[in-house]
């Protein structure tokens, strides 16, 4: 049976920090069921005191924070301390570490509400860019794209272009299809980072027959024939190698590990141009 853990996040911010960390941290326990409470944009002391009453009524409490006021972080921190909660703070320590290192002192007063807006308007413009950009759709305007994947069809490329845009990449994404050419002006996105995806054959086929299957089209054959992947394939590739596009093998990744390498290339060519 699994052991319940009452997490509660709190923080000053949107609270996604603070959760991608307590989520990467409770995936190393299998025997543990993390109930996840969410405390954002927390601003005084009347906030914390109200989760603090929360807290009060449940079991195995675990606090993690990202509040970098420091009045309030020890507020916080001193609460939980006499309440016997186990108490983290993810920023405190790296702002602390930075500060000495760098012999410089943290701002007091930062208008992180405006750099939030900033940030989340961005990305959403991200997200719409990519999902009008989806498989091909509206080209007129790609040379906009940050980012442009190219793959045969279930190669991923629409669910690692959404990942991409919301860590704020404007991502468009087109299919080869064997036998047609290649319908974007090349010269439109010389300046853009593209990438080729690719998958072993074995891998696409198995994909592409549960794809059929959940559309109930079984007897679509040239879609799932190992003659035809295979050419697929190694048209693809040959097309990426000829244009000189980095290729990317997404067989034994995640997207989350597609899309980090992606950002590698991305930040690597953006250093070249800078």
Same mark, same amino acid.
């Given at each position: 049976m699994k052991k319940i853990l009452n997490l509660h996040l709190v923080s000053d911010s949107t609270g996604e920090t603070v959760a991608s960390v307590a989520r990467a941290a409770v995936q190393h326990f299998n025997s543990i069921d993390a109930m996840e409470n969410v405390w954002s944009l927390i601003q005084d002391k009347q906030q914390i005191d109200k989760i603090l009453g929360l807290i009060k *009524? !449940?079991?195995? =409490?675990?606090?993690?924070?990202?509040?970098? /006021? !420091?009045?309030?972080? /020890?507020?916080?921190?001193? &609460?939980?301390?006499?309440?016997?909660?186990?108490?983290?703070?993810?920023?405190?320590?790296?702002?602390?570490?930075?500060s000495s290192y760098l =012999?410089? *002192? *943290? !701002?007091?007063?930062? /208008?992180?509400? =405006? $750099?939030? $807006?900033? @940030?989340?308007?961005?990305?959403?413009?991200?997200? =719409?860019?990519?999902?009008?950009?989806? @498989?091909?759709?509206?080209?007129?305007?790609?040379?906009?794209? @940050?980012?442009?994947?190219?793959?045969? &069809?279930?190669? &991923?490329?629409?669910?690692?272009?959404?990942?991409?845009?919301?860590?704020?990449? *404007?991502?468009?994404?087109?299919?080869?299809v064997d036998g047609v050419p290649f319908y974007v002006d090349l010269k439109k996105i010389k300046n853009t980072l593209v990438i080729g995806l690719t998958i072993d054959i074995d891998r696409l086929i198995q994909i592409r027959k549960n794809r059929l299957i959940s559309i109930k089209d079984v007897n679509n054959k040239q879609y799932i024939g190992t003659e035809q992947v295979e050419k697929e394939i190694l048209e693809a590739e040959a097309f990426f190698s000829k244009n000189k596009w980095p290729i990317i093998d997404v067989t034994q990744r $995640?997207?989350?590990?597609?899309?980090a390498i992606i950002m590698q290339y991305f930040h690597k060519m953006q250093k070249m141009t800078d």
């Open positions: *009524k !449940d079991e195995h =409490n675990f606090v993690i924070c990202t509040i970098t /006021n !420091d009045e309030l972080r /020890n507020y916080l921190k001193e &609460s939980c301390r006499t309440l016997k909660v186990p108490y983290v703070a993810i920023l405190s320590h790296i702002i602390r570490e930075i =012999n410089v *002192k *943290k !701002d007091s007063f930062l /208008n992180l509400h =405006n $750099s939030l $807006s900033d @940030d989340y308007y961005e990305r959403m413009d991200a997200i =719409n860019y990519t999902i009008n950009h989806d @498989d091909g759709q509206n080209i007129y305007d790609i040379d906009e794209a @940050d980012i442009v994947l190219v793959g045969v &069809s279930r190669t &991923s490329k629409s669910p690692t272009g959404i990942y991409l845009a919301y860590r704020g990449y *404007k991502v468009a994404n087109l299919p080869f $995640s997207i989350e590990e597609t899309a």
